[in-house]
């Protein structure tokens, strides 16, 4: 039934384009790239029972390193953005190699002051991120110049991305770390090395974030600091907890709601944020499995309903 489900999802995905306008295809593309980055946080949340106040740092990391490596590095665009996942693992291993000796706040504390030290390197080392002014100009040039051509491009690599990450998940690693998640001192008992274990989730998640983080700069056509600013790290923790972090495709679900929610909200009212907040708070509220459990709840109500 799940299968059925994300087949026709991604038949329907195939056809979108060609029923939006140019607007609406950006708008899409935003929610294929947050799709991916907040998959990735789920990995380490959902699946390894680890919060990370600072997943947005590899999202900025993915980001800065495609427009670095081609504006001021001189790569061609298609390196520079191949790149750019590498260059997001790179810095996780590194975080994650100091912070998964941690467990519980003191790794999410540790986590969120690793991307706030990036935030403030992005602000201050003008020569080579651009300040406060970021980084400009990185709209494609030949065929992924076009929103229709870059819809796909976005939609066969968020797509191929995130059912590696299933395939992960679905993998003995996966279950490893689930168990982990349960109990990981039972784990260790029995041989398996649980903080190389949290490491390589750590990395693996940094490098899809990371690469999230690219499509999108080459959508937007820009990079700023402010991504990887401390306000950046509640979007994929919204995103997960509104899809439902239980549910794999939940973080999706969850993903495109919050974009949809931004765009028309702050369309109506300045105080989008505000009414955005109240919106997602009655959600969380009135459906504490996200979205993705209102299947089974209306599937118990029309059950208790048929036995009465």
């Excluded at 996942?85 to 000796?101: D, F, H, Q, R, T």
């Excluded at 991120?129 to 100009?137: K, L, M, N, Q, S």
């Excluded at 649980?194 to 990395?203: E, G, I, K, M, S």
Aim: charged share 10%; net charge positive.
């Amino acid at each position: 039934m799940k299968s059925a489900l994300a087949g026709l999802a991604l038949l329907a995905a195939l056809g979108l384009p060609f029923a939006l306008s140019e607007f609406w295809i950006f708008i899409a593309i935003e929610v294929l790239a947050f799709a991916l980055y907040a998959v990735s946080f789920n990995l380490l949340l959902g699946f390894g029972g680890m919060l990370s106040f600072g997943h947005a740092a590899f999202f900025g990391v993915g980001a800065y390193a495609v427009a670095i490596l081609w504006k001021k590095a001189g790569l061609t665009m298609v390196l520079a953005f191949a790149a750019a996942p590498l260059v997001a693992a790179l810095v996780a291993i590194v975080i994650g190699y100091l912070s998964v000796k941690r467990i519980g706040i003191y790794f999410a504390m540790l986590t969120f002051a690793f991307q706030m030290l990036l935030y403030t390197i992005a602000l201050k080392a003008g020569w080579l991120t651009g300040g406060d002014d970021g980084i400009t100009g990185l709209k494609p040039a030949g065929l992924l110049g076009d929103p229709v051509a870059y819809y796909f491009f976005a939609l066969l690599l968020s797509a191929a991305a995130i059912y590696l990450i299933h395939r992960l998940v679905r993998s003995p690693f996966g279950y490893a770390l689930q168990a982990l998640k349960g109990n990981p001192a039972r784990l260790q008992y029995v041989g398996v090395d649980v903080r190389r274990h949290r490491l390589a989730t750590f990395v693996v998640a940094g490098a899809f974030a990371g690469l999230a983080g690219a499509l999108f700069a080459l959508s937007s056509g820009n990079v700023f600091p402010n991504w990887l600013n401390w306000t950046a790290s509640a979007t994929p923790i919204v995103m997960a907890v509104l899809g439902g972090i239980h549910s794999f495709l939940g973080p999706v679900v969850g993903a495109a709601v919050y974009v949809l929610l931004e765009v028309v909200i702050s369309g109506k009212t300045e105080y989008w944020p505000l009414v955005m907040g109240c919106v997602i708070l009655l959600l969380v509220l009135a459906l504490p499995d996200g979205l993705s459990g209102l299947g089974q709840l209306l599937r118990r109500q029309f059950r208790g309903t048929g036995n009465g």
